[in-house]
């Protein structure tokens, strides 16, 4: 497959980057933004031999994408807030039996049914907290069409590498706006393909025992060999158990194969932040208002720079702490009430000189919003 240049929907983008990155189990509900992932999968997947199937509702999507992953398939599902709220429950399933899939979640306004229509960046805390109990999650974002593609590989790429749930959390806005896509050529972006294991029929087989590179080697479910899948607390066979050294184990293992990588897996881009001071941090399609007001304050001679994150979670504390070490102000720019906000005050050594700079209306936060909150705070004296 050679390079293509594509005008692209930033959902599109997303949809060409699963079956690059080898997608070929897809579920889903139809709901507004996700949709067209789902739309343009039933239409592209079964010509390649790939599944696609439309389901009665996001708890079965995702159940369906748990069950597919586990037969040896790259499975992923797409949907928006509500959908999302509804998939929690498998969502801890597939954390805790440690199976691989990806899960996009368009984001829209909220809570309920919300702004369906419209831009939010409200999901981030579900993104991290949504399921119940202990867990550690790996969720990505992008800001313009090129880096949807590249993010959504690489969540395909991390959740087989940590046999783990990946999610990738768009917006609306990135969602729905055109703009220029190139398609890598084949080969172009590296895949990790699921590690299975060289056991042959009939040796013991370990499902939850890690190697010492922290990887679990699978077994496709229904082929040569047999073993239990529980969401309860189980050992290395997958059979439950409730003795305390094993389940203090892996829940250290679930959380700490993710929290203990937290910079190795930290996906960021920086602008002009060699001399900035003023930094501005924000993620998703709000970056791309922070990079227009960061270059043209440039160009009237203000240091400010861009902080730009691609991987919430696990929160890239110590790279944030670092990067934002010698800014006399950094200003969050997202569109919810300050949930990355709390998370940068959390990681800098100084939180007073974090600001934030919002909206949580549905519109898009623009330049002159964000250029009415440094007015703001340069009139504090910062």
């Not at 881009?269 to 007001?293: P, T, V």
């Not at 790279?319 to 070490?325: G, L, M, P, S, T």
Request: charged fraction near 20%; glycine fraction near 8%; include cysteine.
């Amino acid at each position: 497959m050679s390079k293509q240049i594509k005008f692209v929907q930033g959902n599109e983008a997303c949809m060409e980057a699963a079956l690059y990155a080898g997608l070929n189990f897809f579920a889903g509900y139809p709901i507004t933004p996700s949709s067209e992932i789902a739309e343009l999968l039933a239409t592209r997947l079964p010509p390649t031999g790939g599944k696609f199937i439309q389901m009665e509702d996001e708890i079965s999507s995702i159940c369906a994408i748990i069950g597919a992953s586990l037969t040896g398939n790259k499975a992923m599902t797409a949907t928006s807030g509500p959908g999302f709220s509804l998939m929690q429950e498998g969502l801890g399933y597939a954390i805790m039996a440690e199976i691989p899939c990806v899960i996009v979640n368009v984001m829209r306004g909220g809570p309920s049914t919300g702004i369906p229509t419209h831009g939010s960046q409200g999901d981030v805390y579900q993104a991290r907290w949504g399921t119940h109990g202990d867990h550690s999650i790996i969720a990505l974002t992008a800001s313009n069409h090129q880096d949807v593609f590249a993010m959504t590989v690489e969540a395909f790429n991390l959740a087989e590498t940590y046999r783990t749930p990946v999610i990738l959390l768009l917006d609306e806005t990135v969602g729905h706006m055109r703009e220029k896509l190139t398609v890598p050529e084949e080969g172009e972006l590296p895949l990790v393909q699921r590690l299975r294991t060289a056991l042959p029929s009939g040796v013991d087989y370990h499902p939850y025992l890690p190697r010492e590179d922290g990887r679990l080697p699978m077994s496709d479910f229904g082929d040569v060999h047999r073993y239990n899948v529980t969401g309860l607390y189980h050992d290395m066979w997958g059979f439950p158990s409730s003795d305390p050294r094993i389940v203090h184990g892996l829940i250290r293992h679930l959380v700490d194969k993710l929290e203990n990588r937290a910079t190795e897996l930290a996906r960021y881009k920086e602008f002009y932040l060699d001399d900035a001071d003023r930094i501005l941090l924000s993620y998703g399609s709000a970056a791309r208002s922070a990079l227009h007001i960061v270059k043209n304050r440039r160009k009237r001679g203000e240091k400010l720079g861009l902080l730009e994150l691609q991987t919430l979670w696990p929160f890239p504390t110590e790279i944030v702490r670092e990067k934002c070490a010698d800014a006399r102000a950094v200003i969050v720019v997202e569109m919810n009430v300050g949930q990355v906000l709390h998370e940068v005050k959390a990681a800098v050594d100084n939180p007073e000189k974090v600001f934030l700079a919002n909206r949580i209306d549905g519109v898009f936060i623009t330049p002159t919003d964000i250029h009415n909150i440094l007015r703001l705070i340069q009139g504090k004296g910062v």
